[in-house]
């Protein structure tokens, strides 16, 4: 029987352009235009670096202040050619409207709502991610955020998933956690919820997401 649900928040409920991209179009907007190959190339530059040993030894993902400091820095790696770039990726990637539901996102938290189902969002971050539910209107089928910078855990530690459940008064084996990382969000096996996985997909696609709520009213 499931009691409540939990979700990722990026490529589960909401997707952003890929970031070859938005480089593309924020060096469009400063006036530099630049190939696709150019966008593509720097894109895979800045997710390696990003994922250097040196670079995940800052931990991002648990302090807002470094997640700021961070990025921007990464995402400057085209700055040499397209002064500025850095700066407005970031803000794009930040931008609360330029996040897209998936085609079910939205439906599947009214619904599990007006199941009286609670929900919790589980994610790993550093920004504020509850101004894409506003932007959206569904911040109010959300019953509580645990987000990685606020509460010092960062998935796949099972801690954080036993917190969410913590948090809306859900036992564990009751609870449904619903992400795309095989690896991230397959933490919540450990932490004895019940999981599934939905594929990334591009924004404004149906990604399956709404297994979710077919899962909790028959469960």
């Known amino acids: 029987m499931i009691r409540a649900v939990l979700f990722d928040f990026g490529n589960t409920l909401f997707a952003h352009a890929p970031l070859h991209e938005v480089i593309e179009i924020e060096a469009t907007a400063l006036g530099y235009p630049v190939a696709q190959d150019w966008a593509r190339a720097l894109a895979e530059r800045v997710q390696h670096d990003a994922h250097t040993p040196q670079e995940l030894a ?3 993902d648990l302090d807002a202040r470094v997640w700021a400091e961070r990025w921007p820095v990464l995402y400057a790696a085209g700055d040499d050619v397209v002064p500025g770039l850095g700066a407005a ?8 409207a330029e996040w897209v539901p998936y085609v079910d996102t939205v439906a599947t938290l009214a619904t599990l709502s007006a199941l009286g189902i609670p929900v919790g969002i589980v994610s790993n ?3 504020d991610v509850r101004t894409v539910f506003v932007q959206y209107d569904v911040a109010r089928h959300v019953d509580v955020f645990v987000l990685s910078c606020e509460v010092g855990l960062v998935k796949p530690a099972a801690e954080i998933f036993r917190s969410a459940c913590a948090a809306l008064g859900a036992d564990p084996a009751m609870t449904l956690m619903v992400g795309d990382d095989p690896v991230a969000d397959a933490g919540a096996v450990r932490a004895g919820l019940v999981t599934l996985l939905v594929p990334p997909m591009l924004p404004g696609a149906r990604n399956g997401v709404d297994a979710a709520q077919r899962i909790a009213n028959v469960g």
Request: glycine fraction near 8%; aromatic fraction near 14%.
């Open 58 to 60: 800052l931990q991002r």
């Open 89 to 96: 990726v970031y803000r794009s990637m930040h931008a609360a």
């Open 125 to 127: 971050t550093g920004w």
